[in-house]
């Protein structure tokens, strides 16, 4: 089992859906959360931190349950900008970090 | 203002060329990584330094040299470049404990 693994894609929505995004992680022990975006030939960015009370910025809402251990992502009113690879990433404590494959999200108008 | 610099940003050589990468933060943080970022777009881990010192070293072939001359640069030396080296490196760093990394741009390095 991989210690990170998300929704294959890629997920095509139309402008205005609303989409989720699943990630799972293998170690219990794993202490912080993140989503991160990654546009084409470009550098990974933070989208948002995950808290255990979940979170929210804008359209983009992020929850954690550590029972189950999943993440997940939701994002309201699809906007085409939002065409990227949203990455899911885990660090276990220490300084390891990782990343999850990545889920393609296409918007259309 | 850059947060996270790497130089160069393409690098094209041939097989069993030595090619440096050099990568800048001006955070302040004190942690600093490489990852590969391969053409299945998977972003793995490689090396990671704090206050200079190696504290990841994954499973990376021994012609990966990183070095820290200080806390505000990480540089990676590669000897001996083979075609599967051929990938996006990208350079991190954040702070301690490792809270969100800041990415720089990358470097895409094709072995021919």
């Known amino acids: 089992r991989k210690e990170v693994e998300q929704d294959p894609g890629p997920f095509n929505v139309p402008e205005g859906a609303t989409v989720a995004f699943n990630c799972t992680y293998s170690?219990?022990?794993?202490?912080?959360f993140f989503w991160y975006r990654q546009d084409c030939r470009k550098e990974p960015k933070l989208l948002m931190s995950v808290y255990s009370s979940g979170n929210e910025d804008g359209r983009f809402t992020a929850q954690l349950n550590r029972a189950s251990q999943y993440i997940s992502l939701l994002i309201r009113d699809s906007k085409l900008s939002d065409s990227a690879t949203y990455l899911c990433v885990v660090n276990s404590g220490g300084f390891k970090t990782i990343f999850g494959a990545g889920t393609r999200l296409f918007v259309k108008a | 203002d850059t947060a996270v610099s790497q130089t160069p940003k393409y690098l094209v050589t041939q097989m069993g060329n030595d090619k440096s990468i050099k990568c800048e933060q001006n955070l302040g943080h004190d942690t600093m990584y490489w990852y590969k970022q391969d053409s299945k777009k998977f972003l793995k881990i490689m090396f990671s330094?704090?206050?200079?010192?190696?504290?990841i070293n994954e499973t990376v072939p021994n012609r990966f040299s990183p070095k820290s001359p200080d806390k505000a640069h990480l540089n990676l030396h590669i000897n001996s470049l083979e075609l599967g080296d051929s990938a996006v490196y990208f350079c991190a760093s954040s702070q301690n404990p490792p809270y969100e990394q800041y990415f720089g741009p990358g470097t895409r390095l094709t072995v021919t």
């Open positions: 170690n219990s022990a794993s202490q912080s």
């Open positions: 330094y704090n206050n200079k010192e190696l504290i």
